[in-house]
């Protein structure tokens, strides 16, 4: 059976390859991978709810980075850190404009997140629990960093965790 999926075009749901990736207007590679060759049209449907409401997790991202690193609880405080301490003067410079305190410059930092990457695993391809995993980064010199401000969520709508990975 022949299946429309926003971004990816028409994919049987047969006969599914282990690994599909696109690219968006906006530069963000998307991803599906499957364990199995077919697909469920229940999940095929979530997977397609998911692709149309790309802006709603995107916004449902920031709230959390924001609390997250308001909070303390997570990772976002040391990842957001990790910038501040370790990239040198002009190199945070560039990033972050005339900001001078730190705080100003977690303020900023924060804002230059953006998305890398998204990941669907539908059938939990690799043993992941995750339905959809989202990579954020930050641009150095105009190129993404390879520190990863990376968030899992289930096939429940749910955000499981927000994890720093490189």
Known sequence: MQYSLPHFGELSLEQ???????ETAAGVSLDLNFEHTRIDIERADLLKSWLE???????????????????GEGEVQSYIRFYIEELD???????VG????????????????????????????????????????????????????VINWNDQREIVEITWES
């Open 53 to 71: 409401d790309l802006d709603y997790f995107q916004q449902q991202n920031k709230v959390a980075i924001q609390h997250d690193f308001k909070t």
């Open 89 to 95: 003067e002009e190199q945070l410079a560039d990033i």
């Open 98 to 149: 005339d900001a001078e305190s730190d705080e100003e410059k977690s303020a900023v930092l924060l804002d230059k997140l953006r998305l890398k990457r998204l990941g669907f695993y539908p059938d939990g391809k690799y043993g992941t629990p995750n339905f959809a995993i989202f990579d954020y980064t930050i641009d150095i010199d105009g190129e993404p960093c390879n520190q990863l401000l």
């Open 16 to 22: 599914l390859e282990e690994y599909y990736n696109v």
